[in-house]
């Protein structure tokens, strides 16, 4: 049988190859993105008192109300906006899937989609699934901020979509409101839609706070912003995401949804609902900023090169131009089977696997995880 190849991502993503390879050689795995660490427990009972009540059907196309409700609650609390729970909020199973879902509800075949790189890797194949072209932009290194005259240039009659990724993996920056403000000027007179990938809005740190494209009006306007819950309790592995849109986006985006999944888990959703509206819960953040120190202050003793700490996300990334110059691909083996540190070269965050020879960490991870894991690192030596 032939399949059609759908997108250009052939072959196994990196992050099964690095986890595979973690396994092999027993080593600490910092490559996928994903907390080691159990989640609130009051939310784990929730979704056992979810599954022992009467939440075990299907729940209506959108989402459960009650979650639609505790989701807008929580944004006109943190970010004082209105949204509303009926018309502009749709449940996801997962961020992943709600992108897609958002690209199919825009793109047609032929259509180009701007994509500022390094990007999360679900994106290009995501846009190439959809029949369009993705239309790489490349961040400027090592704050890896918007070079804006490259996204104009990039931009052409064909231009239906820009996704942007804000807090940023892999690379930790956050997007200020100029960049905002600089996006809705080279959008103004198109009728570019924004996908806004702000899975890691409550991941930030050093007092800095998230901007999201939901708080800019005229781009609102014109934006899917798309979340995950697995990022904000720590249960990534329950996959329920969601999708911020206007009324008529919505609509678009909800004719994809009732024909790929129509709905999301009914008890994960009431857990999900009634942790949200608990206003007492601790803000992930505050946690989150001081396994990110920790890191900093022990990767630093290492011959790793820090050139920005991150601001947001679960992510840091670090250079190793001081202890080799294979390529990163190679050295993320090496490490892992020499050192026992599972790590993902950021080659793999390109279309073209540009080699800027930096790897990233997730720091999203026990203290005494990310203490061994620098152990094992302590004999590397600087050239
Ligand atoms: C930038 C970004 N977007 C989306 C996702 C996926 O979120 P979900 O697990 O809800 O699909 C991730 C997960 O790593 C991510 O890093």
């Not at 961020?95 to 958002?102: Q, V």
């Not at 999360?120 to 290194?141: C, F, H, Q, R, T």
């Not at 997007?175 to 924004?194: N, S």
């Not at 670090?318 to 993902?344: C, H, N």
């Amino acid at each position: 049988m032939q399949f059609p190849q759908k997108h250009s991502a052939t072959g196994t993503t990196i992050f099964t190859v690095m986890s595979a390879l973690a396994q092999q050689y027993d080593a600490i795995n910092l490559s996928q993105g994903f907390p080691d660490f159990p989640i609130d427990e009051g939310l784990a009972k929730l979704l056992y008192d979810a599954a022992k009540g009467n939440y075990n059907q299907y729940s209506p196309m959108p989402g459960l109300p009650m979650l639609r409700q505790a989701i807008s609650k929580n944004f006109k609390r943190r970010y004082g906006l209105d949204v509303d729970s009926d018309a502009e909020i749709t449940v996801t199973p997962g961020a992943t899937y709600a992108i897609y879902a958002a690209f199919t509800a825009v793109l047609q075949a032929g259509d180009e989609v701007i994509v500022l790189e390094p990007a999360y890797d679900s994106y290009i194949p995501n846009i190439e699934m959809n029949g369009a072209k993705a239309v790489p932009v490349p961040l400027s290194a090592p704050d890896y901020s918007v070079d804006w005259r490259k996204v104009e240039q990039a931009i052409t009659p064909k231009t239906k979509a820009i996704i942007v990724n804000t807090p940023h993996n892999p690379t930790g920056a956050i997007w200020q409101k100029d960049d905002w403000d600089a996006l809705a000027d080279l959008v103004r007179d198109t009728d570019i839609v924004i996908v806004s990938d702000e899975v890691y809005e409550q991941l930030v740190f050093d007092g800095e706070q998230h901007y999201s494209v939901l708080q800019h009006e005229e781009l609102r306007a014109r934006s899917f912003a798309i979340y995950s819950f697995g990022k904000v309790f720590n249960n990534t592995g329950w996959k329920i995401g969601y999708c911020i849109a206007p009324p008529e986006f919505t609509r678009a985006f909800r004719q994809v949804h009732q024909f790929m999944a129509f709905a999301v888990n009914t008890p994960a959703q009431y857990a999900l609902a009634q942790h949200l509206g608990n206003e007492a819960n601790a803000p992930v953040h505050i946690m989150m900023q001081q396994k990110r120190d920790y890191f900093l202050e022990l990767i630093r003793q290492t011959p790793f090169t820090i050139h920005e700490a991150a601001l947001g996300s679960y992510f840091q990334v670090a250079s190793y131009e001081r202890i080799s110059d294979m390529p990163d691909m190679e050295f993320a083996q090496w490490l892992t089977k020499e050192y026992g540190v599972a790590t993902i070269p950021v080659s793999a965050f390109y279309k073209d696997k540009k080699d800027d020879k930096i790897i990233r960490f997730c720091f999203a991870k026990k203290e005494e995880t990310i203490k061994s894991a620098i152990e094992r690192l302590s004999g590397l030596r600087a050239l």
